[in-house]
Every structure is written in structure tokens, then in C-alpha cells.
């Protein structure tokens, strides 16, 4: 067993009044009058920090378990104490910390790490695990760890066997830094989620319940089998249980139109005392996935649902009360392509001859015509030129020449996806469920308008979406859960139902495809349909010779591939799917749309500063293959969490985000997205012209922290702010700086958490009232110290300027300039404090450096002063500014001696409280603490990341 040391001063001693709230601690219940209980609680400038020393053993799930479980007891007893610093206790940290009593933890259970931190390759047991993010291939430490409890069946036909539910559990992300003798394992919040309502999690209901009556239960309900014949049966009858086992699953699958052996187990809630279901009464929701038929098909031709049956249970018999069924797609459903459907996808390349891996040139859209900077053929090409709609030729010169390897020879594949034959939709093509194979011959020339040109399309934009997500540390073995590789890309296809499903429709999906016998593909396979880009013009090749073959001559269409923003959004579906064992959120229909603007704004003329035509196009999603749909958008005009286009879901929230389409709060989602790269970088200008390199890392920065905390997601998060805080968590979790994809160089996670937050504030979350509908930006921090910046008080909007004040994050060009809007606008600071508690014993930080041709040196020793409460009013000078001055003065003639030619000096300052921490302050163990001169900056690059990225800090540039 490793030796652990736990924080004995933590938490804070409890200082809280009905005026005087935590200001350390954000701790956040479900929406009001929402049955689905949530809890998020937050401290990230306050850690939890243990210290476990193993030895030569790797860590393993006791230390963590034991760490996690010793937060959770100090959590509880602050919260429940007799102080009450929130005011009331919370019961519900009493149904996590029973995790921790081994007698009482029959249900809620921590989940095995996956993978495995000694490399050992253990497979993923179940949906759900303890995620190991690291980055690394032998998934070594140091790295993050995402603790996860979940609850736990006992599968009584396998011994020592548990069936895992997503539904209900909690998770605590944990970051591992190495020491030089030991592992630091750091905590700074949690989030969970319950379903409550008329059906409770099995951790609720039993809740309180003796031991003895905790095992009868589970020993009713322990007979449930994902991947096989599901049912209730009596433990000590093995007769009786077979028979209710085949009827109870038989009956389901009569009702939902499903075949019985595909149904999985996905979730079970129950309703009735402990003491009807010790008696084998009450009454259970269980939720499954199946393979059924549309209007009568049979199932080898199906569809896959989601099966959500009520039943009622009298002397531990199950009788099937009501049955609802849900498509399980995205937008809608497409068409079969001939694959067998509901058997096992195969292997890439398999029964095909194996070619070794060949590179060649192919043409492809890189961007989506309106966002093209080239010349087209002419200067600057006219909008019009850049629709579907236009002829090949003009298309074409949207097109860019790329070289990529194909996974084997000519194949269309790679580990992670694989692009099929569609026959159905393409004449000649080979067998659905083998690769698509490119023809030999020269490609280069294919025009926009061909099958070849759309498949060649799909697999570019996949390898591009596959390369982003690995550029965030994550590699597609170790983050795919609930599903069975690789991606099936369907590059023309049918949407059905409706009369899309002849494959003449503009639109695309992602579904899970349920295998017809569940004990051959315990998890169902992720497959991608993509129809046309547009309806109005097909293009019939015209080749020299071929006679009466009327199949060489047959008109083809623009696919829909050939929008990488649209690709973009359908991998979005397929994160959520292959991770959290849903399609869509909850509380939104997907990120997608965000990621599709910010992936392609830093290569769009669409952002350019001198663009000629409306500047309001580089809020448009989709200018390509049109839709209505804008990443803009103002709380001003109701486009808030709070405003009155996500009141549906704030005072009714979803069990689902597929059965509540929720595209207005997508919009909300991608304005939020967007907002926080533009605060990251997004509007950098360099001459007159869009700083493409920053917008580059700015993009590929926010993108890191949107699939970081889509990694980290454990139960299907109820509300946006568990996105938020995820993301946040994804900055505080990093342990060290990424290499962006596109951005090039280094950058610190650990510097955006701050911008995170403001960006979804400005967005109307963190309302003082949630009750009330909110048309302007949500509520600061209770306590957020700044040092007053250039940056401007009001931000500009297509609606109307929003009032900001100083201390903002609003977005500005964050390049090496002079008067750069993210610096100070004097030698002194001047500061402030945007929340409305005061902050106390307060602290003041300088320190004076030299920048000569990029390089930064810091030569003097800190300052330090205290500076004494400051108070939510406007900007004020330092009291001790005097004193300040005389010492900055003494330092900068000091540097000034030793400075070249040429040189710049530098006044770096920092405020900081225990209410708010400047991510700078060594008290917050972020990874860019500075503890001393030797921890600061040596870059401009790393040094804009860190000012611009915490408004604590300030910095003034002045030639010497």
C-alpha cells in the first residue's frame, strides 16, 4: 500500500455570512424545479492536495479511491458541519461519500482506470471507467485521472461480475504531477448527476437501507445481463428465472418493435420503497438499445432505437407496463448502404488484397468555398461564385492539390474510420461492408461533381478531424467507450424516414448501428451517412469511349462531404457517442456547430479585417451548404442560457437531448465557443491584416479544452455548466504546456481557465436569479480582482454594444505591439474588482524584465506589497502606490543599465487575494506558478498567453 499524505488545513476555515458568501468555493445544484439532481462544486484556487509516495509500484485505483475518498469526507463535513457555510446541508454529499463505506457502497462503486497506468493494456470493462487522459501511449503518469463512481450490478450468472449504469455517479478529475520522490494528486472539484423524478437511481432509492435489504434487492435486480436475454428473476428458482428472463425480454421486444437478443442494458431506475423491492413489488424504468424495423421491415433490414420500458414487478415477476422507442440519430436517419445490418462491422481491408501504403496528390476542398483566400481563377471571387449551386469549373478553382497516404494502397481507411462502398447510392461500387477503393489511374484532374471526388472528400476532412483530436493528447483507442470501432463513414447515402431516402437530400447524420445479436458486438458500432450538398445541378462525365455504358455516363452530384464545416459537425456526434453513450447532449443538440466555426474562422476570408462584403458573414456557421444558423449571437436578443431561447430546457430540462432538439441552444453553445477563441487570440491583426498564426492558436487552443472536458465526461452532463467547468478543468488540469496542431509552438492550458469563464458569463450563464429571464451577461466572480488593461468598457455585438467594464476579457488583437490593448495603459497599475464582495488581504507582486529582438530576461528580484481591502467600486489607484513607485523606479534604472541597444523594459504585475488567485500566485499549484524569477516567461509568446489570460496581471512596455 503507498504511503499518503493528506492537506490538513483544507478546506479554509468556514467564513461565510448572508452578506459575506464563499468566495473560494462555486457550489451549484440542478436548475430550480428541475426533478434531475446535479451538483457541481468548484475551488480552483484552493486545491485539494495529497501526496502518495508508491515506490517502484505505478499507482493504482486504491490510492486514488483513497485520496478522492478523504476529499469527499472533509467536502461533506464543511458543508453539513454546524456552521453551515452555505447556508443548508446538502444531502446529497452523503449519498457520494458512501462510496467510500465499503458495507454501504453495494451500488455506487469506483470504476476500474481505463487504460490501465501500467501499460498493462487491460481492456475497458463496461460503458463507463476512471478515465486516464494521459497523453501518452503507454498511458503513463504524469496525467490526468478522472475518478468516476458509477453504479454497479452483480451479474448473479457471473461470479464476481457487475454490470455498470451511466445514469447516476459523480467524478472527480484528479491531476498527477511527479515530484522528485513521490506523486502529488490534485483536486479541485467534482461534478454528479442523478436522474430523480418518478424513477430514482438504485443509489437514491437505497439510500439509508439496511446492508441485508441492499443485497435482497440487488439480488432481485442482479440477473440483468447486458449483451444477453435480459429480465427479473428469483435467485434461489433458476427455472422459474429463465422463463420470466425470455418473457420479460420477449414481451419489450414484441412492444418496441425490437429483436429480443440485440437488446442492451444502458440504464435502470426503479420506484417503491426499500421495502416493495425487497419483496420483489414496485416498479422500473430500464433503458436499452435495440435493433428493430421501420414499418414492418425485417430485422437484418432495421433500424437501432433506444428502448425506454416501464415495468411493474409483483412477487419478483416483471410485467411490462409501456414501451416508448427513439430513433438513435442525429438529424434523421439514413438509408441502409447493404451492409448486413446489426452484424459486426469488419475489419478495415478485411478480405481485400493488401496494398502497402501509397502517397498521392488529390484535389479537395481544404476550406469551404466562402471561406477561401485565394484568387478562385480572379481577384477576389464574388460570394456568388462560391455556392453548390455553381458549375465544376468554377468550383474547382475553390480546390487546393493535397498529399495524403492512404491506409493500405488504395484504400480508403485508417484505424479510426473507414470510409465504405455505398452501392446502393453509387452504381458499381464494390460490397458495403468492405473500404471504399480509390480507381487506379490519375486523380488530380476529377472534377467537384464526381462519387470518387466525394469519397476522396470524406476521408480528407476525417483525417483532419482524427489528427485534431489526437493534437489534444487524445488517441482514439483510449477514448473510445460505448461503442465499436472504427467510424464507418457512409459517403452517399439515404436519409430515411421521408423522402430523403432515395439519397436526394441536402443533409447528413451520425447513428449507432445495434448489432442483431448483442453477445457478438456488445457495443454497437458508430456509422456516419452523408447525402448532397445541393439538388440543383448533377454533372454527367463525357468520357471518349464507352459506348452504350450508360453507368460511365450517369449524372453524379456535389456531396455533401465537400463541407468540411459540416464534417466538422458530424464529428462532434461521434465524440459524444463513442464517449458518453449519447449522440447529443442533453442540454444542447451538439458542439458541432462551435467547433465548425472555430476550426475554420482562422482560414476564412470571411474574418478578414478588409473583408468587402457584410462583416456579419463571419458569424454564418454554414455559408456553404446554407442553413440558418449563426455562432454570434446576443443575450441582448434572448440568445443567453438564461434568455428566453433556452427557457424550454432551463425550467423543463431533458432526460435527452435527441427527444428535446435543442438547435437554438446550440447557437447559444457555438456563441459561447466562439466568444472564448476570440478572447484567446481569435482577433489578433497583424498589419492591417488577420494575424493567421494567432487565430491558429487560438483556435486549436479552445478546441483542446472542448475535447478535454468532452473526454472527462463521465454521466451525460444535465447542464451547460458542466461543459464550462469542464473546460475550465481542462486548464487547471494541465500539468504542463500542449503543442497546438495548427498554431505551432508551445502553450500552457493552465493561463485560459479565467477566459473560459467569462466567455460563458458573457453568454448570460451565472445569473444572480435563474428563475428570471435574463437578457444580458451573467454575474462576475464574488470576488475578480484586475489590473485595468486598454482593452475597451463596452463589447460590440450585431445587436448593440454590451456595457463590459474594465477587468474583461474582451476580445482584442493579442499580438507584440505597441499600446497592445492587453496591456496597461501606465507604469503604475490601476486596479479594481469586478464581483461584490470585497476582497481581502490583498497582495501586490512586480517585477522588472528586459525584451530584446523576442527574448525576455528577468534580472531583479520580486517586489511585494500588501495593498488591503479592495472593495467592488471603479478603478482606484494603489494606496501604497507611492511606495510602489519609488521602488519600480529604483528597479527599472537598474535594468536600464544593463540593457542593450534596442531593448524594451518590462513591468510584469500581479494581484492576488485568497478570494481570487492570480494564476501566477504559488498558492493555486497551477502548473504557471511563479514562485520566483526563474518560473516567468522567457518568450513574448508565452508571456501574452499569461497576461492576457488572467486579468490579476498587468504588464507595461516602454523602450529604454
Not at 451479474?155 to 445514469?167: K, M
Not at 418496441?256 to 437488446?263: N, V
Amino acid at each position: 500500500m503507498a504511503e499518503i499524505t493528506l492537506p490538513e488545513n483544507w478546506p479554509p476555515a468556514p467564513e461565510a455570512t448572508a452578506d459575506h458568501p464563499e468566495s473560494w468555493l462555486r457550489y451549484e445544484r440542478e436548475y430550480p424545479g428541475s426533478n434531475r439532481i446535479s451538483r457541481l462544486i468548484a475551488h480552483p484556487t484552493v486545491p485539494f492536495v495529497a501526496g502518495v509516495s508508491s515506490g517502484d509500484a505505478p499507482l493504482d485505483l486504491a490510492d486514488f479511491s483513497t485520496v478522492a475518498e478523504a476529499y469527499l469526507n472533509k467536502l461533506a463535513n464543511y458543508v453539513n458541519g454546524d456552521t453551515r457555510p452555505l447556508g443548508q446541508a446538502d444531502p446529497v454529499l452523503n449519498w457520494l461519500r458512501a462510496v467510500a463505506d465499503v458495507e454501504a457502497s453495494a451500488v455506487l462503486q469506483w470504476c476500474p482506470i481505463w487504460p490501465a497506468i501500467d501499460g498493462s493494456g487491460a481492456g475497458l470493462q463496461g460503458p463507463i471507467a476512471s478515465w486516464n487522459l494521459s497523453p501518452r501511449p503507454d498511458a503513463a503518469l504524469p496525467a490526468t485521472v478522472v475518478l468516476v463512481a458509477a453504479e454497479a450490478l452483480p451479474l448473479g450468472a457471473v461470479p464476481g461480475a457487475v454490470a455498470r449504469l451511466r445514469g447516476a455517479g459523480f467524478r472527480v478529475p484528479i491531476e498527477v504531477r511527479r515530484t522528485a520522490e513521490a506523486y502529488e494528486l490534485i483536486l479541485r472539484g467534482l461534478t454528479a448527476e442523478f436522474p430523480g423524478g418518478t424513477h430514482q437511481s438504485l443509489s437514491e432509492a437505497l439510500a439509508g437501507a439496511s446492508a441485508r435489504n441492499r443485497e435482497t434487492v440487488l439480488e432481485n435486480l442482479g440477473q440483468i445481463l447486458p449483451g444477453a436475454p435480459f429480465g427479473l428473476a428469483a435467485a434461489d428458482d433458476p427455472n422459474r428465472g429463465q422463463a420470466s428472463r425470455v418473457s420479460a425480454l420477449e414481451r419489450i421486444a414484441e412492444k418496441s418493435g425490437t429483436t429480443a437478443r440485440s437488446l442492451l442494458l444502458q440504464d435502470l431506475r426503479v420506484a417503491g420503497s426499500v421495502d416493495d423491492l425487497v419483496a420483489g413489488r414496485g416498479r422500473l424504468r430500464v433503458q436499452l438499445l435495440g435493433r428493430g424495423s421501420a414499418g414492418g421491415a425485417s430485422s437484418a433490414d432495421g433500424l437501432s432505437y433506444r428502448v425506454d420500458a416501464r415495468l411493474t414487478l409483483r412477487d419478483k415477476q416483471a410485467d411490462v407496463a409501456a414501451v416508448q422507442r427513439q430513433l438513435l440519430v442525429t438529424h434523421a436517419v439514413a438509408g441502409n448502404e447493404g451492409i448486413a445490418q446489426g452484424q459486426p462491422h469488419p475489419a478495415v481491408g478485411q478480405d481485400q488484397p493488401r496494398i502497402p501504403p501509397i502517397e498521392i496528390p488529390l484535389r479537395v476542398f481544404p476550406v469551404p468555398p466562402p471561406d477561401w483566400q485565394g484568387d478562385g481563377g480572379i481577384s477576389r471571387p464574388p460570394l456568388a461564385w462560391r455556392r453548390p449551386s455553381r458549375i465544376d469549373p468554377i468550383l474547382d478553382g475553390f480546390r487546393g492539390d493535397v498529399a495524403f497516404s492512404l491506409g493500405g494502397g488504395l484504400e480508403l481507411a485508417r484505424p479510426a474510420f473507414v470510409v465504405r462502398n455505398c452501392p446502393r447510392f453509387v452504381p458499381g461500387d464494390g460490397p458495403a461492408n468492405l473500404a471504399k477503393m480509390l480507381p487506379h489511374g490519375p486523380l488530380e484532374q476529377l472534377p467537384p461533381r464526381r462519387d470518387v471526388s466525394t469519397a476522396i472528400s470524406a476521408y480528407w476532412h476525417c483525417q483532419q478531424m482524427f489528427a485534431l483530436m489526437e493534437s489534444a493528447g487524445l488517441h482514439p483507442d483510449h477514448y473510445v467507450a460505448t461503442a465499436e470501432g472504427p467510424l464507418s463513414v457512409h459517403y452517399r447515402s439515404g436519409i430515411t424516414p421521408g423522402p430523403g431516402r432515395s439519397g436526394r437530400t441536402i443533409n447528413a447524420q451520425v447513428r449507432y448501428e445495434v448489432a442483431e445479436d448483442a453477445a457478438s458486438q456488445p457495443r454497437p458500432a458508430i456509422d456516419m451517412h452523408l447525402a448532397l450538398a445541393t439538388l440543383n445541378r448533377w454533372s454527367r462525365p463525357t468520357p471518349p469511349s464507352h459506348g452504350r455504358n450508360l453507368s460511365a455516363r450517369r449524372a453524379q452530384p456535389l456531396g455533401f462531404a465537400s463541407s468540411g464545416r459540416w464534417m466538422m459537425h458530424e464529428f462532434a456526434h461521434y465524440l459524444l457517442a463513442a464517449r458518453m453513450g449519447q449522440l447529443e447532449f442533453d442540454f444542447a443538440h451538439s458542439p458541432g456547430d462551435g467547433m465548425a466555426a472555430v476550426y475554420f474562422d482562422p482560414l476564412s476570408q470571411l474574418a478578414e479585417p478588409d473583408y468587402p462584403g457584410n462583416p456579419q458573414m463571419r458569424g454564418w456557421t454554414y455559408p456553404f451548404v446554407f442553413a440558418p444558423r449563426r455562432h454570434d449571437r446576443s443575450p441582448l436578443r434572448g440568445w443567453g442560457w438564461y434568455g428566453l431561447m433556452n427557457r424550454a430546457v432551463v425550467e423543463d430540462p431533458p432526460s435527452g437531448g435527441d427527444i428535446h432538439k435543442g438547435y437554438l441552444s446550440e447557437q447559444i453553445l457555438s456563441s459561447s465557443l466562439f466568444l472564448l477563441y476570440r478572447c484567446l487570440g481569435g482577433d489578433s491583426v497583424q498589419d492591417g491584416r488577420a494575424a493567421q498564426a494567432q487565430r491558429l492558436r487560438a483556435s486549436d487552443g479552445a478546441l483542446y479544452l472542448l475535447l478535454q472536458a468532452i473526454a472527462a465526461l463521465a454521466q451525460p452532463p444535465s447542464r451547460a455548466e458542466m461543459l464550462e467547468v469542464g473546460m475550465e478543468a481542462a486548464a487547471w488540469l494541465a500539468s504542463s504546456p500542449v503543442v497546438l496542431q495548427r498554431g505551432g509552438g508551445e502553450w500552457q492550458p493552465a493561463t485560459s481557465h479565467k477566459v473560459v469563464r467569462w466567455a460563458f458569463e458573457q453568454m448570460g450563464m451565472f445569473p444572480l436569479d435563474p428563475t428570471k429571464v435574463c437578457r444580458s451577461a451573467g454575474a462576475p466572480p464574488l470576488i475578480d480582482l484586475y489590473i485595468r488593461d486598454r482593452r475597451p468598457l463596452r463589447f460590440p455585438t450585431a445587436v448593440g454594444d454590451m456595457p463590459v467594464g474594465p477587468g474583461s476579457y474582451v476580445p482584442v488583437s493579442l499580438t507584440w505591439e505597441e499600446a497592445s490593448a492587453w496591456m496597461m495603459p501606465g507604469p503604475l497599475p490601476l486596479i479594481g474588482n469586478r464581483g461584490r464582495v470585497t476582497a481581502e488581504d490583498v497582495m501586490l507582486r512586480g517585477w522588472v524584465g528586459i525584451e530584446l529582438a523576442g527574448h525576455v530576461s528577468w534580472p531583479l528580484p520580486s517586489l511585494a506589497l500588501p495593498v488591503g481591502p479592495v472593495n467592488s467600486s471603479a478603478v482606484q489607484d494603489l494606496a501604497v502606490g507611492a511606495a510602489l513607485a519609488s521602488a519600480v523606479n529604483e528597479q527599472v534604472a537598474l535594468a536600464q543599465a544593463n540593457a542593450n541597444a534596442g531593448s524594451s523594459i518590462l513591468l510584469l504585475y500581479e494581484l492576488t487575494a485568497p478570494g481570487d488567485r492570480a494564476n501566477t500566485d504559488p498558492a493555486a499549484a497551477l502548473a504557471c506558478a511563479v514562485d520566483d524569477t526563474a518560473d516567468l516567461p522567457v518568450t513574448q509568446q508565452a508571456l501574452i498567453d499569461l497576461v492576457a489570460g488572467d486579468n490579476n496581471l498587468g504588464l507595461y512596455r516602454f523602450a529604454s
